[in-house]
T-cell receptor, first 114, second 115 residues
Framework: DVKVTQSSRYLVKRTGEKVFLECVQD?????MFWYRQDPGLGLRLIYF???????EKGDIPEGYSVSREKKERFSLILESASTNQTSMYLC?????????????FGDGTRLSIL | AQKVTQAQTEISVVEKEDVTLDCVYE???????LFWYKQPPSGELVFLIR??????QNEISGRYSWNFQKSTSSFNFTITASQVVDSAVYFC????????????FGTGTSLTVIP
């Protein structure tokens, strides 16, 4: 089974802090994704990556950056956290370059910015 | 542009009732895939099914069935004889040949099954 592990289930940070959310997958998947989930808005794509050191902006990249130094790890960085970034963050991975592969998700990180 | 609409925000049913979750999609691509995911209260999205645009056969898996109709751009999900464990948020998603691995998710339908 695919396992996508997010480093924290719950996280509380303060406004202005630099926040790191980590995601690791164990199935050698090429693609990794970061979403945020908010009530009534569904899942919105922040950034994704097709390969090591490669990144693409999703629909809402403002205020975020990402890092993919190793194939199995994809980090989401909030450069200067703000209260409107309080949300559930979901990491996902998928196999290969075809668009038919399902994405596999981690348990999510519920982030609160105070 | 790609879009997925799940018009039902919340549904409540009594245990053992059947329930259908609607999903309507928009795309100009002729090659695309549709997916359903389940998100239980624990938070992890669980992949349920994938359907490609060239296969309109309905699918049944136990109490779950899916009805794909290209004529109405719909990919509806029916749970037969619902159980309390079916309570979750269900998401429909679309990926297309022109957008690669990027998924477009609907806003989800929250299903509550009352014992």
């Amino acid at each position: 089974d695919v396992k996508v592990t997010q480093s924290s289930r719950y996280l509380v940070k303060r406004t202005g802090e630099k926040v790191f959310l980590e995601c690791v997958q164990d199935m050698d998947h090429e693609n990794m994704f970061w979403y945020r989930q908010d009530p009534g808005l569904g899942l919105r794509l922040i950034y994704f990556s097709y390969d090591v050191k490669m990144k693409e902006k999703g629909d809402i990249p403002e205020g975020y950056s990402v890092s993919r130094e190793k194939k199995e790890r994809f980090s989401l960085i909030l450069e200067s956290a703000s209260t409107n970034q309080t949300s559930m963050y979901l990491c996902a991975s998928s196999l290969g370059k075809q668009h038919n592969q399902p994405q596999h998700f981690g348990d999510g990180t519920r982030l609160s910015i105070l | 542009a790609q879009k997925v609409t799940q018009a039902q925000t919340e549904i409540s049913v009594v245990e053992k009732e059947d329930v259908t979750l609607d999903c309507v999609y928009e795309t100009r691509d002729t090659t695309y895939y549709l997916f359903w995911y389940k998100q239980p209260p624990s938070g992890e999205l669980v992949f349920l099914i994938r359907r490609n645009s060239f296969d309109e056969q309905n699918e049944i898996s136990g109490r779950y069935s899916w009805n794909f109709q290209k004529s109405t751009s719909s990919f509806n999900f029916t749970i037969t004889a619902s159980q309390v464990v079916d309570s979750a948020v269900y998401f429909c998603a679309l990926s297309t040949s022109s957008t690669g691995n990027q998924f477009y998710f609907g806003t989800g339908t929250s299903l509550t099954v009352i014992p």
